[in-house]
């Protein structure tokens, strides 16, 4: 019997593919320019945020529609913090996550009583209320004009010409990568097969034991904590925290991202990741290249969401990973079906 | 296939991946003197409310710039080198105007950012040009937090600071209606606050009502309602067009009139009369803000006799007809031409600090109807004003200009005769 390239024990295996994505990063940020560095560190954030929402809906089969309020909490949380309290980076992204799973038990609760549609307006009710919050209460949040934080700035040790974009994307891809871990391991866990039985059948949860609202609340917390910590690394990318970044579309781009990507798998959430940023960008040039009217030019990016969401559900319904799992497959067969053609 | 075989096939994809994304940026920098400057142009870039509750109005600024520079390129440019002017919506949405300008220094390389609108966008970006050292010209915003040479030596003001405009509105108030009530309707932002501060300087014991309002909403029903029953008998607006619009529609309904005096960027009758007319569905029209009291530091549109209107006009006819000649479109012409005299006084071979140089410096003088303020120290946009009054849907000066700082100094005058532009429009030095 051959030995497996990595080792069984789940984390250490989860540690060290981590680390060789660290590598890759590192390399991968060294040779990017600034701003395509910038693009990275949003498709990290966006990651967490996604890999987050991925075990809600595709391992526990819970819908949320909130999960950019939720964001939004992990962003104020920490903008507050580091603005007003000066607290260094590291522990406000902690207390963002931390405070953002907090709300996360609350929601949790609530969605633990609803199902499907009703979930589905009860946390839209959040996505669109929450931000509201800040133009009501103008003096903690700032109102329209949202809170602004000073760039974090690298560690002296990396020399005084270190780009900040470099070090942005560190920090967001930090943020995936612990996301990546901690995920990874709860998936693969007992807590990944709970999560599993209480979508696939409540009620033959329950005869083998398993508490359902207690499964769903904690799937809640943990996603919520990934929406927190992508809210931080949100707010130490771009240094603000303002109402027009949590919108409702935020929130269904978020739920468009990881059904794109697919549902229930990290991989998945990475390709939404990659999407969320992209498509906007093309469907900007694609726009400027038709050279269309701002009118039409600023919505373009909206239909062009919901045209590849369509396409995406018609064409490959598993999304992005979907697809390339069952392109793999098919090169298999093929492998298995012709083995004299290479010696596999 | 075996599970080498599969880690390996990942190591590979990982790495293609990351080849494939590092070839997309290794596109960047060009290798001339400066950013975004080559032999026969230079790039500058911006952002503007395109959509989104400022558009109304503000998005005729930037295609009115661009087509002044489309005017002087086709007169050979500035110093021999064309002005590409590229800018992009922000929705006046913060988090957009980060995304945006970024993209524009970081990726696209521009020279200088030009014209960038709005308080609360554009605060949110300065520490960043600041660091980047790329310099920010003539905000569009009268926000007093632009003029700070020390801590921010990048940002440049262009329009005069809001506590200007509120001293100034609030000394002819003093003068015209003294001992009346005041109530003031207010942006609560840097922009409504300023105004409001530099008002109270001049009448501060008049004030009995202020009602700040953010934008984004669209109920305006308790401030207006606040400021009736504080029995004001003057209404004073530090408010962007849409607000203008929704405050008077309320205080018809409510059937409240007091005089009413609006901060220049309020006022435009052509938006603000377009706005009322939506939002009333064709009841109302510009009758609702006749009479009122504002502002002005530029010719009036409709002053044809007066040579930069001539020549606003006649560029605005060839290479920007699609929009109504407004206060908008001349806004956007004369800064730009004051953007042109800051390039030719940056020299020949222009660089970064040379602009900034040239703008501290200062001495431009055009269109507008008195000086800057510009030097080392002094960052703000133009010196003062003159008091206006709407009569007949039109903009009509009142009295002569006048200067002051936006602190406690006094309240001058300004009679030097404004100068003619060039032959067609060539920026002079």
Same mark, same amino acid.
């Given at each position: 019997m051959r030995r497996p390239v990595l080792p069984r024990q789940t984390l250490v295996r989860h540690l060290l593919l981590a680390a060789g994505f660290a590598a890759v990063l590192y390399v991968v940020t060294l040779l990017l320019s600034p701003f395509d560095n910038l693009r990275l560190a949003s498709m990290a954030y966006y990651f967490v945020a996604l890999a987050g929402l991925t075990l809600l809906? *595709?391992?526990?089969g819970q819908i949320s529609l909130g999960h950019g309020a939720l964001m939004a909490v992990g962003a104020y949380t920490a903008a507050i913090l580091i603005s007003?309290? *000066?607290?260094?980076?590291l522990p406000a992204l902690a207390a963002a996550t931390v405070v953002t799973a907090a709300a996360g038990v609350l929601v949790g609760v609530v969605a633990a009583r609803l199902r499907g549609p009703y979930l589905a307006g009860a946390t839209l009710a959040l996505a669109v209320g929450l931000p509201g919050l800040s133009d009501k209460y103008p003096h903690a949040f *700032? *109102?329209?004009n949202g809170l602004t934080v000073n760039p974090p700035i690298p560690p002296s040790w990396l020399g005084a010409d270190f780009p900040l974009e470099r070090w942005e994307a560190w920090i967001a891809c930090a943020a995936g990568l612990v996301t990546f871990v901690v995920l990874a391991g709860l998936a693969r866990g007992r807590i990944g097969r709970s999560l599993r039985a209480v979508r696939d059948d409540e009620v033959a949860a329950q005869l083998s034991g398993l508490d359902v609202a207690r499964t769903q609340i904690l799937a809640f917390v943990v996603s919520a904590a990934c929406a927190g910590l992508a809210g931080g690394a949100f707010v130490a990318v771009t240094q603000i925290a303002a109402p027009g970044a949590f919108q409702l579309a935020l929130s269904l781009s978020l739920l468009t991202g990881i059904v794109l990507g697919g549902l229930g798998s990290l991989w998945g959430a990475l390709w939404g990741a990659v999407a969320l940023v992209l498509l906007p960008v093309w469907s900007d040039n694609l726009a400027h290249s038709l050279s269309l009217s701002t009118d039409v030019q600023a919505n373009l990016p909206l239909a062009v969401y919901g045209i590849v969401l369509i396409a995406a559900i018609l064409a490959a319904p598993a999304g992005i990973q979907g697809a390339v799992h069952r392109l793999a497959c098919l090169v298999k067969a093929r492998a298995v079906s012709n083995p004299n053609e290479e010696g596999a | 296939m075996t599970r080498t075989a599969r880690t390996a096939a990942l190591c590979v994809a990982s790495v293609t991946m990351a080849a494939a994304v590092a070839g997309c940026g290794s596109s960047g920098g060009s290798s #001339? #003197?400066?950013?975004? @400057?080559?032999k026969t142009s230079v790039t500058i870039g911006s952002h503007q409310p395109l959509t989104g509750p400022a558009a109304p109005g503000y998005s005729e600024i930037a295609p009115a710039a661009k087509a002044f520079f489309t005017y002087l390129n086709a007169q050979g440019g500035v110093n021999g080198r064309k002005i590409n002017y590229v800018y992009k919506d922000d929705g006046y949405n913060p988090t957009n105007t980060v995304n945006v300008v970024r993209q524009l220094v970081l990726q696209r390389h521009v020279f200088a950012i030009f014209n960038g609108l709005g308080t609360p966008t554009h605060t949110k970006v300065v520490p960043f040009l600041t660091a980047e050292k790329v310099p920010d010209l003539f905000v569009a915003s009268g926000c007093p937090c632009w003029d700070d040479g020390a801590g921010q030596p990048e940002t440049f003001g262009w329009q005069p600071s809001y506590q200007i405009e509120g001293k100034l509105l609030g000394a002819y108030l003093k003068a015209n209606f003294a001992g009346k009530k005041i109530g003031v309707f207010y942006q609560d932002d840097d922009f409504g606050q300023g105004g409001l501060t530099g008002l109270k300087e001049e009448v501060g014991s008049q004030v009995v009502s202020a009602q700040p309002y953010q934008p984004g909403?669209?109920? @305006?029903a308790p401030q207006i309602t606040a400021i009736q029953k504080s029995g004001a008998e003057v209404l004073v607006d530090f408010t962007i067009p849409a607000y203008t619009a929704l405050g008077q529609l309320t205080s018809f309904k409510l059937g409240y009139k007091p005089q009413l005096v609006v901060s220049n960027v309020g006022i435009d009758p052509t938006t603000v009369g377009g706005l009322l007319k939506e939002f009333s569905k064709g009841k109302a029209g510009t009758a609702l803000i006749e009479g009122a009291i504002s502002d002005i530091y530029l010719p009036s549109t409709t002053d044809a006799s007066n040579p930069w209107i001539a020549l606003f006009k006649k560029i605005h006819d060839q290479y920007d007809a699609k929009a109504p000649f407004d206060g908008n479109v001349e806004y956007g012409m004369a800064a730009a031409y004051t953007f042109a005299q800051a390039l030719k006084a940056a020299g020949k071979n222009p660089t970064r600090q040379s602009l900034v140089d040239a703008v501290e410096k200062g001495g431009f003088t055009g269109p507008g109807l008195v000086p800057f303020r510009f030097s080392g120290k002094q960052h703000g946009g133009y010196s003062g004003v003159q008091i206006a009054k709407l009569t007949n849907g039109a903009i009509v000066p009142v009295g002569v200009p006048q200067v002051t700082d936006p602190g406690t100094g006094p309240i001058k005058p300004y009679t030097t005769k404004q100068p003619a532009p060039g032959d067609n429009g060539v920026v002079k030095g």
């Open positions: 809906t *595709g391992l526990n007003r309290d *000066g607290w260094a980076l *700032g *109102g329209e | #001339s #003197s400066a950013p975004g @400057v080559t909403g669209t109920n @305006v």
